[in-house]
């Protein structure tokens, strides 16, 4: 019996096919920007969401980390989420290589900053603070697709106040799914977008980022320094190309298992679903059935990270079918009912 693996959206392995589309990628070296592949990723990715330029590198992490970088100067600030990805779980990356303070925000339920805390937290221009450069948000965030109301209200603060605007959309094609939108109509709202090509889109590796050409020449140099200049990284941008071009619009499917799942597992004692969207369900087991759940989900061959945070994550994905969906609902009911 195959593994189902629900801890996240980055366990994809390439298909077949995007191996073959890999194996023919044409290639150079992308230090002096001579490979055509992730020349044609950039390019094309630019136009597609409305920006001037993009930037292929290696993580989602590093092109945050680069993007801060590029709108921040040492002594800046940028204002965040106090449970983004930028913030939490980067390793502080802005702060430690970037010289960036970051200002956390108490997030909203539905996973926005409230407008008048950031406004709050926007310094005076004062030799006694940070210099408030930028907002940060995130897009989807545990999986919720933020209001397209609340994207333009933030671009409009931020041209008042000055502030440049960036996204965290590692999951942005998610949200543009869910909303039945397209993509441009999320990204148009920012000075600076990172997109993952490595989660529910299936590729192996890389992010995208997207700015003006002033601003991503700035991140190529910042690239660099913190050594993500790839050399003959086109195969892995035509897996990235590949990516968009056939497994976009499929992202559905994925949203519509995790409904599918969190519908199965309603009413069970002992399990909680706390939420879903998109392609992530969110359910509460008592501490003390950890170890239970763990040796249920082990038998059936489901994996899931747990004990990490309070509520576990299900994350559905190119390689979940309707079968583990059916398989992990068996498997938390027979818990259940234990
Ligand atoms: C996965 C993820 C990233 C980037 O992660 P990497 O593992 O560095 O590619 C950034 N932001 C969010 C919200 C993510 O989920």
Request: aromatic share 6%.
């Amino acid at each position: 019996m195959q593994w189902i693996d629900l801890r996240s959206d980055t366990v994809t392995l390439p298909t077949d096919a995007m191996r073959e589309a890999m194996m023919r990628a044409p290639v150079g070296d992308d230090v002096y920007g001579e490979d055509p592949s992730v020349n044609a990723l950039q390019a094309r990715l630019a136009d597609e969401l409305g920006f001037e330029a993009g930037l292929f590198v290696p993580s989602g992490t590093q092109s945050n980390l680069i993007g801060l970088m590029a709108h921040c100067q040492r002594g800046d600030e940028y204002i965040v989420g106090m449970d983004a990805h930028t913030y939490k779980y980067e390793g502080g990356g802005a702060a430690v290589l970037g010289s960036i303070q970051p200002q956390p925000i108490v997030h909203a339920p539905d996973g926005t900053l409230p407008l008048d805390a950031v406004e709050r937290a926007i310094k005076p221009v004062d030799p006694h603070f940070a210099r408030t450069r930028l907002v940060c948000l995130e897009n989807t965030w545990h999986g919720r697709a933020l209001p397209l109301q609340y994207l333009a209200e933030t671009r409009a603060l931020c041209d008042r106040r000055g502030l440049a605007l960036h996204l965290d959309g590692a999951r942005m094609f998610n949200a543009a799914v869910a909303l039945g939108v397209a993509p441009r109509e999320i990204t148009r709202h920012f000075d600076s977008v990172s997109v993952c090509l490595s989660k529910g889109l299936g590729a192996p590796v890389g992010s995208v980022l997207l700015g003006t050409r002033d601003l991503i020449d700035t991140a190529r140099r910042w690239r660099k320094v913190v050594g993500g200049g790839m050399r003959q990284a086109g195969m892995l941008a035509a897996a990235a190309s590949f990516a968009l071009d056939h497994h976009v619009a499929r992202l559905a499917e994925d949203h519509a298992r995790a409904a599918r799942l969190a519908d199965g597992l309603q009413g069970l004692r002992d399990v909680q679903v706390v939420a879903q969207h998109t392609n992530m369900v969110f359910i509460e087991v008592p501490v003390e059935r950890h170890d239970a759940l763990r040796r249920a989900l082990d038998d059936a061959r489901v994996r899931v990270s747990i004990g990490y945070t309070p509520a576990i994550r299900l994350v559905t994905h190119l390689d979940v079918d309707d079968e583990g969906v059916a398989r992990t609902v068996q498997a938390l009911r027979a818990f259940a009912s234990r």
